[in-house]
Structure formats: structure tokens, C-alpha cells
């Protein structure tokens, strides 16, 4: 079995609500005012078209780390997934607060990246940016096996680096600034250790449990 029978729904609800933050956001923001926080420094990140192989292949790290993170023992599984839930709300809270958008360069070139760019441009708006929700969902990728001892060393040193080629693709594509970044680690991190003194993991198991034991009961009848 690859994801425990406990850690489905949270697991499912995760990705319900992450596609509700990402575009059910767009929807309340789209006619409102977008600011950009692009600094000196995010001019003198160069535009590195190649880079989005990186950027775009990070869906594959992010499907094995999620399973991974979910494998844990089940109290570490929950104040991983439940992390996850509670940093995607902050990022809910950040989009409908403060809609962000930058400036993408003009593509000139006609290589098959920087094909691939103008795609990715034209199926990807420039808004929803700060926080990173590629920052953020890789660095939980990171969280969920740099302290997992059932992991070899040597694959959470590679996610480490895998992590850190994913921020900076996201600069290199232009798809994100660098605050954007900043706030996507920092809100992972903080809602990790959040969930965990809060007590809010606890209290999402607790709930997880009882809606399966529901579900269950509901079947046998």
C-alpha cells in the first residue's frame, strides 16, 4: 500500500484545497489591482530559459516526497499534511489580501525552451505569486524527510538540493521574485512548527479518524 489508509483524505484534501487557493483566488482577484514587489535585486537575476525543465519537473519531487512524508509514523504524517493545510490557507489569506503580479521578459529566441516558456507564460498568469507555492511545496518536500530516518541519507541530501534548484528556477523563469520565495519557505517552516506547538496536528488526526470511522459505518450500512 502506498499511502496508509489514514492519510488518503488528508492527502486528497490537500490537493482539493491547494487547486482552491491557486485558481478559485484568481477568481475573486482578477479585476482587482495588482502590485509588484520586484526589487533592484530581481533585475539582476538573469532569465535563464533551460531552467524550466527544472520548474516544471519539480511535479515529479513533489509526488514522492508527499508520499513519503504521509509513509511516516502517523503522528508525524499529520503534522506534516496538516502543515501543508495550514500554509495553504495562509497563502489563500496572502492572494485575496494582496494580489501580486511582476514583469516577464519578452522572448526572443526560438529554442525549444524558450518555446517551452512562452507555453508555460500563456497557460500561467502572472499573479498568485507571494508566497511561492513552488517554494513552499518544496521545501515541505524537504521537511518531510530531512529528519525521516527510514530515508537515506543520501536522498534527503538530494532533495535538499533538488529544493534549492526549484527556488531558483523560479527566479531564473521569472515566474517569482525573491519575496515571493522568502515568504513560500518562510510559511512552510513557521506552519510545521505551528501546527506541532498549537496542537492543531492532534486535533486534525482526530478529525481524519472520525470522518473514516464515519465513512466506514456509512458502507456497512
Known amino acids: 500500500m502506498i499511502i496508509p489508509k489514514t492519510m488518503r483524505l488528508p ?7 491547494n487547486a482552491i487557493t491557486y485558481n478559485g483566488s484568481r477568481l475573486l482577484t482578477q479585476n482587482r489591482i ?18 524550466v525543465s527544472i520548474y516544471l519537473g519539480c511535479y515529479v519531487f513533489w509526488a514522492v516526497n508527499y508520499v513519503i512524508g504521509c509513509r511516516q509514523e ?38 525549444v525552451w524558450e518555446e517551452v516558456m512562452r507555453v508555460l507564460y500563456q497557460m500561467d498568469a502572472a499573479d498568485n505569486l507571494l508566497p511561492s507555492i513552488h517554494c513552499l511545496t518544496s521545501s515541505f518536500c524537504f521537511i518531510a524527510v530531512r529528519k525521516n530516518e527510514a ?16 527556488y531558483i528556477s523560479t527566479l531564473t523563469t521569472k515566474q517569482h521574485i525573491l519575496i515571493d520565495v522568502f515568504f513560500g519557505i518562510a510559511i512552510s517552516e513557521g ?20 470522518a473514516c470511522k464515519k465513512k466506514e459505518k456509512e458502507k456497512s450500512i
Open 11 to 17: 492527502l486528497c484534501l490537500t490537493l482539493i484545497f
Open 34 to 51: 495588482h502590485y509588484n514587489f520586484s526589487s533592484i535585486l530581481d533585475e539582476q537575476i538573469p532569465f535563464v530559459p533551460w531552467t
Open 74 to 111: 502517523e503522528e508525524k504524517a499529520f503534522q506534516f499534511i496538516s502543515a501543508d493545510l495550514l500554509a495553504k490557507m495562509i497563502c489563500l489569506l496572502c492572494f485575496l489580501t494582496v494580489p501580486t503580479t511582476n514583469i516577464r521578459p519578452v522572448i526572443q529566441g526560438t529554442s
Open 151 to 166: 530515508v537515506p541519507v543520501w536522498y534527503r541530501i538530494t532533495s535538499c538540493f533538488i529544493a534549492l534548484s526549484i
Open 191 to 210: 506552519s510545521y512548527l505551528l501546527t506541532k506547538k498549537s496542537g492543531f496536528s492532534k486535533w486534525y488526526m482526530s478529525f481524519i479518524r472520525k
